[in-house]
Antibody, heavy 122, light 110 residues
Framework: EVQLVESGGGLVQPGRSLRLSCAAS????????MHWVRQAPGKGLEWVSG????????GYADSVKGRFTISRDNAKNSLYLQMNSLRAEDTALYYC???????????????WGQGTMVTVSS | QSALTQPASVSGSPGQSITISCTGT?????????VSWYQQHPGKAPKLMIY???KRPSGVSNRFSGSKSGNTASLTISGLQAEDEADYYC??????????FGGGTKLTVL
């Protein structure tokens, strides 16, 4: 079964850091680009960051650029999001999502995890 | 990245067709054929319904179709069914390895 499982969320104070992880299974992880998408409570979807299959292409939303870092470990079938200098507006459910096509970035996400909640509050 | 503009809500009766618009700019929707549409039911993860503007992933009903004209993309759902009631989001590649989502449209099946 193709599956993405996020972890690492929780309650954190403003200005602190958190590292999210996404464990992939059921597909050849290193063939696909991967992304992080977040959704604040009661709000819409927001793309956060994406990384190509070989980490050669990386992009960030303006709202997180310079604070968040995406990475992947293909040997461990895992995707990560290092979040620094967290703000209240980063409070959201963070989804890990798989790109649709092999060895390219189509920005179409066919597999999603169930998300991990990040709450930034003092 | 600028958010794409979608109507906040649309509605239709079972069997009818509805269309949801997604307006961007010449820097995103107008420049790339990389528009996707997602369906999200309450408490669930989003589901890919359309990619590359008009292509359907395997398993998605052919009642769902996508198109684009200029800076505006559209999702049409024909033969509306109760299970189609959900939130729908468009998104488009915006250059420089970035992506923008629309604000979402709540579809109500009357």
């Amino acid at each position: 079964e193709v599956q993405l499982v996020e972890s690492g969320g929780g309650l954190v104070q403003p200005g602190r850091s958190l590292r999210l992880s996404c464990a992939a299974s059921g597909f050849t992880f290193d063939d696909y680009a991967m992304h992080w998408v977040r959704q604040a409570p009661g709000k819409g979807l927001e793309w956060v960051s994406g990384i190509s299959w070989n980490s050669g292409s990386i992009g960030y939303a303006d709202s997180v650029k310079g604070r968040f870092t995406i990475s992947r470990d293909n040997a461990k079938n895992s995707l990560y999001l290092q979040m620094n200098s967290l703000r209240a507006e980063d409070t959201a459910l963070y989804y890990c999502a798989k790109d649709l096509v092999v060895a390219a970035i189509l920005y179409a996400f066919d597999i999603w995890g169930q998300g991990t909640m990040v709450t930034v509050s003092s | 990245q600028s958010a794409l503009t979608q109507p906040a809500s649309v509605s239709g009766s079972p069997g009818q067709s509805i269309t949801i618009s997604c307006t961007g700019t010449s820097s995103d929707v107008g420049s790339y054929n990389l528009v996707s549409w997602y369906q999200q039911h309450p408490g669930k993860a989003p589901k890919l319904m359309i990619y590359e503007g008009s292509k359907r992933p395997s398993g998605v009903s052919n009642r769902f179709s996508g198109s684009k004209s200029g800076n505006t993309a559209s999702l049409t759902i024909s033969g509306l069914q109760a299970e189609d009631e959900a939130d729908y989001y468009c998104c488009s590649y915006a250059g420089s390895s970035t992506l923008g989502f629309g604000g979402g449209t709540k579809l109500t099946v009357l």
